[in-house]
């Protein structure tokens, strides 16, 4: 099994910044793909940006210019630099990674279990 760690959300004003770190650990073979979602109760789940093992990221127009993904392969961490905050943001982020475990020849979808981040006007 793969265990996803989240760290980093809070409450923040309006421009603000925070940092969201999502750690992966287990019986990791390979990580291919690693993302971060948010959703507001009773509205779909959105990607906010992705990120694949040769660190080609892609970020949604909504956040584009303000966010930012990264990974460190080391640590098999991902992370999601949040910049010039604003209250449409708040929302609970989730990592979600697709992983291969040691042993196996499939890849398999792990999520973790969510922080909320609160950005006050």
């Known amino acids: 099994q793969v265990q996803l760690v989240e760290s980093g959300g809070g409450l923040v004003q309006a421009g603000g910044s925070l940092r969201l770190s999502c750690a992966a650990s287990?019986?990791?073979?390979?990580?291919?793909?690693m993302a971060w979602y948010r959703q507001v109760p009773g509205k779909q789940r959105e990607l906010v940006a992705s990120i694949t093992s040769g660190s080609s990221a892609n970020v949604a127009d909504s956040v584009k210019g303000r966010f930012t993904i990264s990974r460190d392969n080391a640590k098999n961490t991902v992370y999601l630099q949040m910049n010039s905050l604003k209250p449409e943001d708040t929302a609970v982020y989730s990592c979600?990674?697709?992983?291969?475990?040691?042993?196996?020849?499939?890849?398999?979808?792990?999520w973790g279990q969510g922080t909320q981040v609160t950005v006050s006007s």
């Open positions: 287990g019986r990791i073979s390979s990580i291919n793909y």
């Open positions: 979600n990674v697709v992983a291969n475990e040691l042993g196996s020849f499939s890849a398999h979808s792990y």
